[in-house]
């Protein structure tokens, strides 16, 4: 089944600076989802980018997709302390299994 | 519209009850999904209905079942509780549960086995 792995696996930084996360993955896909989920929450779903796409932007959040790398990554800019989530990448392929699969995610963590 | 809803938000249980965890999904979401977050094993999915009937299964043990109605809420089912049980089960609905479709998630029910 397609899953994805996010790196790094954590990341502290200060509010105002900007947070890079990536997510790699191993074979074709139709597109790849990026939630969030603050401790112990339901996932909030971000952004979706679809396997014709190069980028994405939504407010503060820029996603980005290499399918030649199999891999993508999320930005966020001007980070906040509300930011602070584990965030996980979702690739979905055209068919086989439905299911969502995570990795373990980036934990990331804005210090006010 | 409201969003996906989960009850109860929090559950204790003792070793070999069993336990039925209820999702409402989005209005208009034919596809609902189940699973179970641990911090040893993240997430992990548990299966999947769409019309009322599962039409995708993860690799959980049959003490582990779920339904859903007409109208396309859910429910899940865990039997014989055990202590690794113990965990965060989640629900997820999309319109059709396709590849292309977004899954929302609702806030999780805490399930704690003692």
């Known amino acids: 089944s397609q899953q994805g792995e996010e790196d790094p696996q954590a990341l502290s930084i200060q509010e105002g600076e900007n947070a890079t996360m990536n997510c790699s993955y191993k074979?074709?896909?139709?597109?790849l989802q990026w939630y969030r989920q603050n401790s112990g929450r339901g996932l909030v779903h971000l952004i979706l980018?679809?396997?014709?796409?190069r980028e994405k932007h939504s407010g503060r959040l820029r996603v980005t997709l290499d399918t030649s790398k199999k891999s993508s990554s999320l930005l966020i800019t001007a980070s906040r302390a509300a930011d602070t989530a584990s965030y996980f990448c979702?690739?979905?392929?055209?068919?086989?299994?439905?299911?969502?699969?995570f990795g373990s995610g980036t934990r990331l963590q804005v210090q006010p | 519209k409201a969003g996906v809803t989960q009850t109860p938000r929090y559950l204790i249980k003792t070793r070999g009850q069993q336990v039925t965890l209820s999702c409402s999904p989005i209005?208009?979401?034919?596809?609902v999904s189940w699973y179970q977050q641990t911090p040893g094993q993240g997430l992990q999915f548990l299966f999947e209905?769409?019309?009322?009937?599962?039409?995708n299964k993860g690799n959980f043990p049959g003490r582990f079942s779920g339904r859903q109605f007409s109208n396309s809420r859910s429910e899940m089912n865990v039997s014989t509780l055990e202590l690794g049980d113990s965990a965060l089960y989640l629900c997820?609905?999309?319109?059709?549960?396709?590849?292309?479709?977004?899954?929302?998630f609702g806030p999780g029910t805490r399930l704690t086995v003692l």
């Open positions: 980018i679809r396997s014709n796409e």
């Open positions: 209905y769409f019309s009322e009937t599962q039409r």
């Open positions: 979702a690739p979905r392929g055209d068919t086989g299994r439905r299911a969502l699969t």
């Open positions: 209005s208009g979401h034919r596809s």
């Open positions: 997820a609905s999309s319109l059709r549960g396709g590849a292309k479709d977004t899954q929302y």
């Open positions: 074979t074709s896909i139709n597109n």
